[in-house]
């Protein structure tokens, strides 16, 4: 059953990285270094991607948790939007490639600690509104209310 529930997103991913290697090598981009890396760095934030939509896909915990998806979408959105941003103006730093690692590296690390501070809060979070929902007796309807 886990692995029916991961076939579109294995499937969403392949097309991903399979276009992000075809645009690569298709469109003449010059084999050096930082290019290399460039592209690396694309396909570890996609990775990334993946790794964290496929925990959300099959995990009990993250199915109902609104808060926990939302956060993720809009954290993996913004890690792969600034990782390619960076990516895109790589050839600035051709100079200094350790300065181009270096931010890679600290994206990478800023986008792990945000995805372990968001299900850790949206943990708590869930715990809480099973709380109040038991505190509050609302799975039985009152007599005369909704």
């Known amino acids: 059953m886990m692995i029916k529930n991961l076939i579109p997103i294995i499937l969403i991913f392949a097309?991903?990285?399979?276009?992000?290697?075809t645009a690569f090598f298709l469109l003449n981009i010059e084999l050096t270094t930082i290019n290399i890396?460039?592209?690396?760095?694309?396909?570890?934030s996609e990775i990334a991607a993946f790794?964290?939509?496929a925990y959300?896909?099959?995990?009990?915990?993250?199915?109902?948790?609104?808060?926990?998806?939302?956060?993720?979408?809009v954290s993996v959105s913004l890690y792969f939007i600034a990782s390619l941003i960076f990516n895109i103006i790589a050839i600035m730093f051709m100079n200094n490639m350790n300065i181009f690692i270096l931010i890679?590296?600290?994206?990478?690390?800023?986008?792990?600690?945000?995805?372990?501070?968001?299900?850790?809060?949206?943990?708590?979070?869930?715990?809480?509104?099973?709380?109040?929902?038991?505190?509050?007796?609302?799975?039985?309807?009152?007599?005369?209310?909704?």
């Open 15 to 21: 097309i991903i990285v399979i276009f992000t290697l």
């Open 37 to 44: 890396w460039a592209l690396i760095f694309i396909l570890v």
């Open 51 to 53: 790794i964290t939509f």
């Open 56 to 73: 959300l896909r099959v995990s009990e915990n993250c199915r109902n948790n609104i808060f926990l998806k939302s956060g993720t979408i």
């Open 104 to 146: 890679q590296v600290a994206l990478i690390s800023l986008f792990a600690i945000i995805i372990i501070l968001l299900f850790s809060l949206a943990a708590r979070i869930h715990k809480r509104n099973i709380e109040d929902i038991a505190k509050k007796d609302i799975n039985e309807p009152k007599r005369g209310g909704l």
